[in-house]
């Protein structure tokens, strides 16, 4: 019992917590504050639809981190203008394997490999350190996934079905994102019906680089993605 609990909790935190959302608010925007608390302490405006990427909960309000003019901003929003992206309609895993996963349903199918990192394949810088070397750019990029070591795994494709409509995510969308996590609830897919769109994400690290990847899909052609640094 005292298992089932611990499971109960951790589950609801880690739904709660750490995840995509959407600006939705009735008057078309919404406030980002300096603290969480009403006052003369706004510093930006998000439009609805706005991605965002909440953190933790203090007041009635979500800490956030979102992208504007290409550039990465914090601050606080109203719990009650977010929308998370998990509570869009679910599209279920059916098939999930150590380096595959497929999700389905009606006319959306999304497959997704990994595949091993091969170092000879790759352009690797280090930083040297006192007592050691830190990688710090792969082919000449940053990258998202490990801290400052080798990684193990890489993104093989992300191969999209929309209806008739067959097509993969271009290699620039997640040629820099490192150890992605096919265990269940770590990828997931979600569909938002009244704007037409799929919502891709995954919550990857291997333990000390995790970060949490969007990748948005609407009409039928790859849109944009979001990454965040997770915990």
């Known amino acids: 019992m ?3 609990l611990i ?3 951790f589950l609801t935190f880690q739904n709660a917590f750490g995840q995509f959302g959407l600006i939705q608010d009735n008057e078309g925007f919404v406030n980002v504050r300096k603290t969480a608390m009403s006052g003369n302490n706004i510093l930006d405006t998000l439009a609805n ?3 965002v990427y909440c953190l933790w909960p203090e007041n009635d309000y979500y800490e956030v981190d979102y992208e504007k003019f290409q550039h990465s901003h914090s601050g606080f929003v109203h719990s009650s203008r977010v929308k998370f992206l998990s509570e869009f309609d679910s599209i279920p895993t059916k098939l999930q394997t150590k380096d595959k996963v497929i999700f389905q349903k009606d006319f959306v199918k999304v497959t997704i490999t990994k595949v091993p990192f091969i170092i000879e394949n790759n352009k690797l810088e280090y930083r040297k350190e006192v007592q050691s070397s830190v990688l710090i750019k792969i082919n000449d990029k940053e990258y998202w996934g490990t801290d400052g070591d080798v990684p ?4 093989g494709q992300v191969t999209i079905e929309w209806g008739d409509k067959i097509f993969d995510l271009p290699k620039e ?3 820099d994102l490192f150890e992605p996590n ?4 770590y990828t997931t897919v979600s569909f938002d019906k009244g704007n037409n769109t799929l919502y891709i994400i995954g919550e990857n690290s291997d333990g000390a680089g995790a970060y949490s990847i969007l990748w948005i899909i609407y009409n039928g052609n ?9 915990f």
């Open 152 to 155: 193990k795994y890489q993104y």
């Open 49 to 51: 639809n706005h991605i």
């Open 182 to 185: 096919f265990k269940q609830s």
């Open 222 to 230: 790859y849109k944009s993605r979001h990454i965040a640094h997770g």
């Open 2 to 4: 005292r298992q089932t």
């Open 7 to 9: 499971l109960i909790f």
């Open 173 to 175: 969308s997640f040629e």
